[in-house]
């Protein structure tokens, strides 16, 4: 899926909006009613599934510059796990593995698994694949500034006549493990669906760490948290989502994430289609400008009645392909799980592949979430071993402020709302899935689509 929605211009019906100003503080001038609403279908990611080893790596790698983060025994190994040999040999769980294989190449067992997925972004005219991504709030690119070696592999990203570098500011991430990417920042045209912004803040990579270029999985990130999080240097600038959100018919975004098929994100509505149970809204904390929740309890196997009480930070995230939580939590979970143990050699926990794993069930304000067994098994643990399965439940190493992680593994049970009025508190809505269709594989977008 490789074209996004395209749409045509009117003059008597097309709504027209000042040009979104790249300083995060500055307001988007709306001069239209309230009406808008598109879909984001994803596409499978080049490279189809990362192991389970380097997708904890790449979670942890994420955060490690968390307040308190202290990563265990077991995830830094789970680092060197991911950045050595298990990195080359092991293999998704629908038996492809990582590389230069054909993604779309794939068997239909183990039925654990799941592949990568992104979605088409236009920058400039320019069609890049995107990781959306709830934990972060940067939209940085691959671009030509990269030497010509480290570009390959990717949609590059080239500014034009109509691109405007934005003197004086950078930006530059920097993870504890040594990975880093930085460069400067443009502003450019960013179609998404059927919504346009002018002068979206782009951050284009000018250099990146060797963790980078040997990740081929998408061409950059569209970050979706909030703009307090943006690492532009010296003024923050505003996200995609900041920028279009008072543009639409409501100020939100859904994340609909599927068990080996693409998902779909939606904007400016909320598709009852898409889930099965109720769909029920808690506070959002916003304050270390992730999309937060408060955990009050958990409970593994049952029917999530006799909840074991337990405080802890958590947030939604779209970018981090596991479920990541305490390490008691955890552990408790792999009691239950015949044969398993936390495997210095992976950096996790692992099974044999034919064990029986439970539900698991977490407690939000008002909300009790179920995460479905069949997602807990990530797949095997290498092509050579196909008996010996991960697990997509894997320890946060943190005792910091932030020890939870509602992952892919936890979306693919759960229909997330992410609501963030202008003026008004940030929300999120949870809702079952169950045997919900996904809404089918059609767009809703108005039939016009807007830019702001």
């Known amino acids: 899926m490789r074209v996004i929605d395209q749409f045509l211009l009117s003059s008597t019906i ?23 609403r598109f879909t984001i279908h994803q596409t499978k990611s080049r490279n189809g599934k990362r192991p389970g080893p380097e997708a904890l790596a790449k979670a942890h790698k994420k955060y490690r510059p ?9 995830t830094t190994t789970a680092v060197a796990s991911a950045t050595g040999t298990s990195t080359s040999s092991a293999a998704s769980p629908t038996g492809t593995t990582d590389g230069d294989s054909d993604p779309d190449d794939v068997t239909a067992t183990p039925s654990a698994g799941d592949d990568e997925y992104t979605a088409v972004v236009m920058i400039g005219g320019q069609e890049v694949h995107l990781d959306f991504d709830t934990g972060s709030s940067d939209l940085w690119i691959y671009s030509n500034e990269l030497p010509a070696d480290e570009q390959d592999g990717h949609d590059i990203y080239t500014p034009t006549a109509n691109s405007s570098e934005q003197d004086g500011l950078t930006w530059s991430i920097q993870y504890g493990d040594g990975s880093s990417a930085s460069g400067n920042v443009y502003t ?50 505003r996200t995609f989502f900041s920028n279009v959100k008072d543009s639409l018919e409501e100020p939100l975004f859904t994340a609909d994430l599927r068990h080996q098929q693409p998902g779909s994100y939606d904007f400016g509505f909320v598709n009852s289609s898409k889930y099965s149970g ?12 992730f999309w937060g929740v408060q955990q009050t309890g958990f409970q593994i196997g049952g029917d999530g009645t006799s909840m074991t009480s337990s405080s802890a930070s958590a947030i939604v995230d779209t970018g981090t392909t596991l479920l990541l939580a305490g390490d008691d939590l955890v552990t408790a979970y792999y009691a239950q799980v015949s044969g398993s ?5 992976y950096g996790g926990f692992v099974f044999p592949c034919d064990s029986t794993l439970p539900n698991l069930f977490f407690g939000f304000p008002g909300y009790t979430a179920e995460v479905d067994a069949q997602y807990m098994n990530f797949g095997f643990v290498s092509s050579s071993d196909t008996t010996t399965c991960y697990g997509g439940l ?25 609501k963030a009025p202008s003026g008004g508190n940030p929300t999120l809505g949870f809702a079952y899935k169950g045997n919900s269709t996904g809404g089918g594989a059609t767009s809703s977008g108005s039939p016009l689509g807007f830019v702001i």
């Open 14 to 36: 097309l709504a027209t909006f000042a040009a979104a100003s790249p300083i995060r503080r500055t307001e988007v001038t709306q001069a239209f009613q309230k009406r808008d």
């Open 66 to 74: 968390m307040p308190g983060y202290q990563p265990t025994q077991s």
């Open 188 to 237: 450019d045209t960013v179609s998404v669906g059927a919504a346009t912004v002018q002068g979206q803040a782009i951050e284009l990579a000018e250099s990146i760490s060797t963790q980078f270029q040997n990740d081929f999985n998408n061409d950059g990130l569209m970050g979706l948290a909030f703009d307090s999080l943006n690492s532009v240097s010296p003024t923050q600038q």
């Open 278 to 289: 109720d769909l029920v809204y808690v506070d959002a904390d916003s304050s270390n400008g």
């Open 341 to 345: 143990q936390n495997s210095s050699e």
């Open 394 to 418: 894997q320890a946060s190493g943190s005792t910091g402020t932030l020890e939870v992680i509602l992952g892919d593994v936890f979306l693919k049970s759960i229909f997330v709302v992410f």
